[in-house]
C-alpha cells in the first residue's frame, strides 16, 4: 500500500522540482506542514506545495488518529490510527496587509482504517477495511514573513465520497507552517 501512495508523491515532487527550476519568477514552491482537527480525528499532515499567482496546490501524506468511529456500529471494534494521502487547493484574496492574505481552501483527505465486526457464534469477528473519503471547505487566513507562512483556518466538512454532500455537520479546524523553497 506504501508503494501505491509514495510513488504519486515521488512523481509529484519530481514535477514540481522539474517545473519550479525552469519557470519564470511567478511559480513558487515548498514543504508544508499542517495539523487538522475534527470532532472525529486528529490529522497529521506533510505535504508538498506548488503556487502560481493566487492558487495553491498542495499534495502529500497524512497520519489520523481517529478519536470516535467516523461511520459503522459502536459495537465494532476499530484500530486507532491510520494512513493516507492530503490533496488540496488553495485560492488567495490580494493581501488586505502586509504580509496577510486571506484565502479559501478545499482539502481531500482519502484514508483506509480496520475494523473488527463481532457476531454471535463462530468466527467470533469478521476483519474489515473501509476507504473514508473526508472533504473541507474552509476559510483561513495566512501571515508570511521572509520565506515562512503561518496560516490557520476553520470549515465545515464531510465523510461521504462526494465533495460536501454532508451527512452531518462536521466542523474542522487547522494550523500550520509553509517553507517557501523558491
Known sequence: MYKKILLPIFLLTMFIFHFGAYSQSGVHYGIRYSTSYTNKALHYI???SFEYKRHNLYAGSHYSCLKKI???DPVDKYEK???????????????????FKI???????????KYKEYQLGPPVYTRHKKLIVENTASIGAQYTFKRFHLFT????????GFFLMINEFTPNCYLGIEYELK
Open 103 to 113: 484565502f479559501g481552501q478545499f482539502d481531500f483527505l482519502i484514508y483506509q482504517f
Open 153 to 160: 483556518g476553520a470549515g465545515i466538512g464531510s465523510y461521504d
Open 46 to 48: 506533510p505535504a508538498l
Open 81 to 99: 490510527e491510520a494512513f493516507g494521502i492530503n490533496l488540496g487547493y488553495r485560492y488567495y484574496s490580494d493581501e488586505q496587509f502586509k504580509n
Open 70 to 72: 467516523i461511520n459503522g
